[in-house]
T-cell receptor, first 114, second 114 residues
Framework: DGGITQSPKYLFRKEGQNVTLSCEQNLNHDAMYWYRQDPGQGLRLIYYSQIVNDFQKGDIAEGYSVSREKKESFPLTVTSAQKNPTAFYLC?????????????FGEGSRLTVL | AQSVTQLGSHVSVSEGALVLLRCNYSSSVPPYLFWYVQYPNQGLQLLLKYTSAATLVKGINGFEAEFKKSETSFHLTKPSAHMSDAAEYFCAVTKRSNDYKLSFGAGTTVTVRA
């Protein structure tokens, strides 16, 4: 089945540690996105990539990093510089921008900092 | 910059009653508008979208929304609520000139009473 796979589903981290969240898609979509979801705040865009080897900062990129070496993969690293990393992280993809179609979302990764 | 306001963070309806979720947007240019649904601990799924065709948009699961430019609104309705409609609903907007960035509302949680 085509879709977006995020892993791990649940992740616990100690303060000061970097963690990487995986996002893989087999939809052959050009664009990929990372959102952060906090209760009562909706989704906020962290990074997005329109094409391989290119990505742009979203609204809350500080403390995060990404790479886009392959069309299928868009991993997100939550660094120790992110002051409040506990959240639900959602990866998404779209064929060529949002207006030509829709965003397809993964099941999410819940990160908890202990 | 465009933004979205969802009125009411929580809506409770009886099974069989009308569901009405309110969304107002601010945009300096004609927008594209979307409604997404999220079930617990899952990603988001597109319900419907407005991209400048008909102002009344029909989506999945019996939902529909009407674009009213004069009121800058895009309210979501369903004539008769079902228990399976219990979820969180997000309104989102993007400018046609920048279709790689969606702005999401804070979300409205729907509870359905038997």
């Amino acid at each position: 089945d085509g879709g977006i796979t995020q892993s791990p589903k649940y992740l616990f981290r100690k303060e000061g540690q970097n963690v990487t969240l995986s996002c893989e898609q087999n939809l052959n979509h050009d664009a990929m996105y990372w959102y952060r979801q906090d209760p009562g705040q909706g989704l906020r865009l962290i990074y997005y990539s329109q094409i391989v080897n290119d990505f742009q900062k979203g609204d809350i990129a500080e403390g995060y990093s990404v790479s886009r070496e392959k069309k299928e993969s868009f991993p997100l690293t939550v660094t120790s510089a992110q002051k409040n990393p506990t959240a639900f992280y959602l990866c998404a993809s779209s064929p060529q921008g949002i207006t030509t179609g829709e965003l397809f979302f993964g099941e999410g990764s819940r990160l908890t900092v202990l | 910059a465009q933004s979205v306001t969802q009125l009411g963070s929580h809506v409770s309806v009886s099974e069989g009653a009308l569901v009405l979720l309110r969304c107002n947007y601010s945009s300096s240019v004609p927008p594209y508008l979307f409604w997404y649904v999220q079930y617990p601990n899952q990603g988001l799924q597109l319900l419907l979208k407005y991209t400048s065709a008909a102002t009344l948009v029909k989506g999945i699961n019996g939902f529909e929304a009407e674009f009213k430019k004069s009121e800058t609104s895009f309210h979501l309705t369903k004539p008769s609520a079902h228990m399976s409609d219990a979820a969180e609903y997000f309104c989102a907007v993007t400018k046609r000139s920048n279709d790689y960035k969606l702005s999401f509302g804070a979300g409205t949680t729907v509870t359905v009473r038997a």
